[in-house]
């Protein structure tokens, strides 16, 4: 199966907010006892929808929220410094965590990507990072990172690192994705057999040490230029704000 290619305009949203949108609109101080906390804004949407209704420029989204693009669809949502924009027919849940890190105090967001396909431009701060079936992605160097996802089925996923590395942990299992190369995920739970293919091996391993991701080369992706565009901020609910009239304020 082969992932769906994102058309220059579409991918051009995830940069929308990279130099004009103002980033301290979730970047201030956390929130306080009366407020909860925004995980990222909704930057530009069309046939998209957030829960049961439809997913407006500027909404603020948060813990459990649900994203789904229409197959003619698209949506760019913006936190921190970390953008993601989902193409048609894709649908991502935002989930909020601590850090088991103590010296991490800032909550950690991950976008979970359950179908379709997305492109995101990751910030080296690692706060945000995107979820494909149970494995994490994130930078793999202190650098932006720009790639792509496409969800293939249960146990699988193509990634595309477009600009910088980036690393895939499953379970106690990790691997870097080089700068402009692409590759077939597929992961193998601790019940689970191998495939057969062989799989493409990125670094060496301790002696016993269980694979749970298998990578398969399918070439090299072109480094691309992202477009700017202009987003706008508007004060909208999500439909999973626990408090009402609290959740306005991003953090």
């Known amino acids: ?83 993601l924009y989902m193409a048609g027919s894709t649908q991502v849940t935002l989930h909020q965590s601590q850090s088991h890190n103590p010296s991490i105090q800032k909550s950690l967001i991950r976008a979970n990507v359950t179908s379709g396909s997305v492109s995101f431009s990751l910030s080296p701060d690692q706060y945000f990072l995107v979820s494909a079936q149970g494995a994490l992605i994130g930078p793999a160097a202190p650098m932006a990172t720009l790639g792509e996802i496409t969800i293939l089925d249960a146990r699988s996923f193509e990634i595309h690192a477009r600009r910088g590395p980036l690393k895939i942990v499953y379970f106690d299992d990790s691997e870097v994705i080089p700068e402009g190369k692409s590759y077939r995920v597929e992961l193998a739970g601790p019940n689970s057999t191998n495939s057969t293919q062989p799989p493409i091996k990125t670094r060496t391993r301790p002696a016993g040490s269980r694979r749970f991701i298998l990578l398969f080369l399918i070439g090299a992706a072109a480094i691309s230029a992202i477009g700017v565009g202009v987003g706008y901020v508007q004060s909208v609910e999500s439909p999973d704000c626990p408090q009402p009239n609290q959740c306005s304020r991003p953090n």
């Open 1 to 83: 199966m082969r992932s769906r290619s994102l058309s220059p305009l579409l991918a051009a949203l995830l940069a929308i907010s990279l130099v004009f949108y103002p980033a301290s609109l979730l970047s201030a101080s956390g929130p306080s006892d009366t407020e909860v906390e925004t995980l990222a804004i909704v930057v530009a949407s069309h046939s998209a929808t957030l829960g049961n209704g439809i997913a407006s420029d500027g909404a603020t989204l948060y813990n459990g929220d649900r994203l789904v693009t229409a197959p003619n669809g698209g949506l760019s949502l913006r936190s921190g410094d970390s953008m």
